[in-house]
Every structure is written in structure tokens, then in C-alpha cells.
């Protein structure tokens, strides 16, 4: 019988096997040496290399006292008289008979396993090997490198080895979701698009499957200038000749208006896009963005629970000249992709209008005006004709995923504006989702509008498993209490755990919940906790640049004050400027803040309070870049202000940024922000 259960794909864990109860390992070098041990051949290792391997960087001496000290809290580890840790003057011992290891089970299950085998490992396999047990001394690093190769290596033969038992057994809605796991974890497989775009079409029929091709074609095309392969063009060729279907070339697709066919060979130059924190490079980051990802738990929300509207992007209109037309061609590609790349539940889907008729339309015109270019863009309700919102987009500098950030920006708001007046007098459960969401946007925006919570309560209480409900309610609170407005900090912060407990088997493998998960452990001040978080997040969606940004944030309370700078200048150029970024900027400006770029943080934070000036720490720190640009007389206004809001933020509340967690260089820099803070209100 064994008495523990050791968890190290994903987030470390030890667990009481019997019970379930959870046994705390504090020491993350403890945790290594357990992640050691349960990998060596019979769970054993000597001392002097565990001591090396661990406490490379100390002399011999302490080194081997922490390695003492570490064995000695771990052998205090006992369930019903069981033992964790054998150890005498030469060797240590993991008691793998013990142990049930979830590693272990993924690497010693047999070729021959039957499927609900393949499926129990393959669930076991919740992320990397060892998350967060980076960084512990450079020798461990590189062991844990490649030891989290072989088991990743391990769980993709598996889960193809699933994907394709549960098709033959005609179990397709099964198999896709295999499949978007497999792609989680190995996105750069074209093979496994091509089964997920086959199971696609037989589960939600040859629009979707389209959908998925195109988004990965386009990325092929503008970021690497390459087709995809035959066998996935096969593929393809094979869904357009079904019954129903339209002919259409590879090269057609998203095409705008009255642009000529590329040459062959030919793609316009782009800016490749780093998803940040990936170890494998750019072609995973470019892989995974090119996929429309489709969460398992999409197959339970349907349209009439929910409610959900669809957008349709007609092509961009205007232009007649190369430059125009290479621009369009940009603009058009990241567009469509903002658009049907988004993998959240959300209560607005991107379609293709060859699929069904949509519930809005946007049409835009690229309008030239001297040397300056803009984006004339209408938002108009399909059924009515009704205008719902007009609006004009520069597109003159930056990269077109701006332009695409803020049109995605704008539609879904005025969509969700419009849903919410229209249904304003229903009481069905969509209608109250689509008012807590315009109540939700207020509070981004300006005050907080207390209607958005007590919607999303009242909705749950109706419907406990709505997962809408569920995301936006935990997004609302951490948004309060990353504010100082909470009332009841700990309450909500045991609120937002618990939302994510009960979403999470809603919707696994979600870039979404991983970086509320992330948000959940700063706010507690867990950062390395986070750090992981934020990465799993941008793994599963690299164009989930808040994730980045939040990465790039944390590595600032973890004393990397320059890297965090260096990562939060590649992210913010695709978050910024954007409808409703206040707390993007805040971020941003705090990064540049603390590494003494003052300039560049006056500047995000005023992005900061023109998204909203309302709350009083984005004031606060606007008032301290301000003076360190000497800029005094705008310091002083600022800092008057965040005196002025409710509540009133002072040097002692920036002065409890990062908690009793935050690395000692973070401390320094937070305390002359405090003292300038001081200052900057002295003025007179």
C-alpha cells in the first residue's frame, strides 16, 4: 500500500495518498531534491552530489550542512508510521515503494496500455516537469532541463497514442479533447493540427474546421513565408469537396477587397512577435498562436445558455497603391486573427459568413489623408442594419497587432453596450450576463459599479456551473482587490480561489484560468507560484499578452528588476495603447519606475490615468514618475488627487507594495518611490 502521492507535472505537490490532505514541503530546495530523487535510478543518490547539485554555488562545508538540514525536515515526513526518506552517511533514499509518483506512472506505463490507462496518465499530465522549481542553483537547472525533455517527450507519444485509440474506437468528441492537449503541450506537431482539424469537422462540422486551418495557414504564411505541408493541404482539399462546400483556393481566404493574389514566394515583411518566457524559441510561439483554440468545455456552451452574439470582419476596403495594399494585407491578417484566434469563453464569437449569417458586421475603409492613414471602421447589427458604432483607427505607426488590439477593443464593448440595453428588461440568465458584463466594463474603465459582482452572484446562484459567470466574477474581484477597494480583502481572495476550483473541470487546458491563477497568487504575495502561472498561461496562448506582462512584472517583485523591464518593453507594444489598459500601464510604468526610466514611466503611467483616473495607486505612482522627471507642478496635481480618491492612498499603502515576499532589490526601490511619494506631497 503506498502512503504517499507525489505530484511533479505541474505544480509540486505531496499528498497524504489515503487521505488526500496535503503535506507541506516549504523549501523549494527540498522540493528538488524529492524531484531528484523519484528520477535517479532506484530512487538513490549520494550526498556529495545531491550536496553539489543543490548547494553547488556554497563551499563544501555549507554545503553539506544545508543538504543535513534539508534531510532532517524531510525524514520528519511520516503517514501511519511510513517514511518518506532513507538515508545513511553515504546515500539517500526516496522510498519509491511508497510513492506514487506521477512521473513515474507516465514513464514506466507499458507500450501496450489500454485506453482508460492512456487516459488516467495522460490526465495525470497537468504541465512541465518540476514547475517552479526553476532557478534553484545552475547545476540542478540543467539536470531539470532534461529531465522535463524526456517526460514531455514521453507524454506526447501518449497522448498521440490516445488521440488516435479513441478515434478508432469512434469516440471523436473524446479524442479532440486529447488532442487539444497534446497541442498544449507540443504545439509546433503538424500532425496533430491535422487530427484536430479532421476531428473538428466531424464534431462541429467543416466551417470550424476551416476556421482552424486558416488562422494556422496565415500565421505559416506571414511569419515563417511557408505553406503548409501536403498532407495537411490533402487534408483540406478533402473538406472543401464535401456536399455544401465552396471551392476556394489556400490563398483566398481573408483576402481584401480588390488585392491582387501574392507571387509566389512572396510575403509581406512583418515583425515576428517573442512569446515571452518560452525556452524553445520563436516557432513554438508562432505554432501556437496559429491555432483557433477550442476548450473542451465550448462543446456545453451552446448559444441559447449563454446567449452568445457572432462578429463577422468584412474585408478592408480602399487603396489601389503596393503600400496600401501590403498594409490592408497586414491589417486584414491581424484582424482576423484578434478576432478568431481568442481563446476564452467568451459571449462573442468571431465567424465565417459562408457558415451562417452573423449577428454583427464590421466593415471597414483604409482612408489617406496626406501622410497620415486611418482605419474608418462600422459596427452595424445584421438584422436591423442599425449603425451600433463608427469610429476612425491611425494605423501610420506601430505594429498592426495595435491596430487589431483596439478594434477588437472596441467592437466587443459596444457589443456588449448594445446587448445590455436591448435585453435591459429580460430576466433570462444571458441577458443578466450581458449586464454584468457592461457593468464589469464601467468598472474597468472608471468607479467601480457594484452591479457587476452582485450580477454574476445572482447568476450562479440560477446557474452554479455557468462558466461565463465563474471567469467574470473572479476577474471582478481581483481587479478589487489588485486596487486596495476591497472591503473584505481576505474574503474575496478565498472567493476568487474557490471560483477557479470550480471552473477549472469546466474548461482545462485554458490560457485564461492560468493567469487568473497567476493574478490569485500575486495578490498573496506567492511569486514564484505566479511566475509559473503567468507561463503556463503564455504557453498555452502566446497572444496573451497580459500574461506577458504580468510575467514580466513579477520578475520585478523577484529582484530581476532589468530583465522584468527588458520583457515588459517587448509586451507592451502589443497591449498599447488599448481601450480600457489602465492596469496594463500601471505595470508597465511601475517596471520602468523601479529601473529608473522616467521618462518612459510618466508615459505609461499618463496612459494609466487617462484609462482611468479614478483609482488612487495609478494616481500615486503617476505623481512619483512625474517628480522623478521633474515635472513638479503635474506631480503635485497628481498626488493631490490620489489624496483626494476613496481610498485615499498614501506612502504607507505604496509602502506595503510586494508584501513581506518581495526580494530585498525590489524593497530598495519601493522605499525611495515611498520617499519621493513623501516629497512629492510636501510640495507646496
Known sequence: MRSFSLVLLGQFGLLD???GARIPVTSRKARALLAYLVMAPRCTADRATLAALLWGESGDDQARQSLRQSLSSLRRIQVNGDGLLQSDDETVRLACELVDADCLNLLQLPDDADTPDLMRVCASYQGAFGVGLESVEPAFDDWLRGERQRVM???IVLHDRLVKALERDGQQQEALVAA??????NPIREETHRLIIALEAVVSGRAAAMQRFEAFRILLRD?????PEPATLKLIDGLRDLPGAEPATDDEAFRPSGAEAPQAGRVAPRVSRRGVVLTVGGLLTLFIAAVIWVWPGDRSIDDRRYGRMSVSLAPIRGGSDPRSQDLIRALASEASLAFSRNNRVTLIEFIDT???????RISSQLVSSGQAMRIDVNLTAAGTNETIWSGSIPVNAGPATGFARELYGY????IVLHQARLLAQTSSVPAKLWRARAAKLQTRLGVED???IASYKEILAEDPTNVIALLELSDCLILRVARNQSPQRAQDIAAISDLLIRVKPLVPNSSDIAFKEGMLNKLQGNFQQALSNFEQSVRLDPAHWNAAAQYAHIMMFLGRLQEGYRLMQEATPNLLPDLGAAETAYIAGETALVTDHYPEAAQYLGMAVTGNPTVGRIQALYAVALFRANRLDEARAAAEKARQLSPNYTPESLGQRGG???DARYVEARNQMVEAFRAVRALK
Open 354 to 360: 459562408s457558415s451562417r449569417r452573423p449577428d454583427y
Open 660 to 662: 513581506r515576499t518581495a
Open 180 to 185: 487539444n492537449a497534446l497541442l498544449a503541450i
Open 450 to 452: 457594484p452591479t457587476a
Open 153 to 155: 517527450d514521453r507524454a
Open 17 to 19: 495518498r489515503s487521505s
Open 223 to 227: 511569419e515563417l513565408a511557408v505553406r
Open 411 to 414: 467592437v466587443t464593448s459596444e
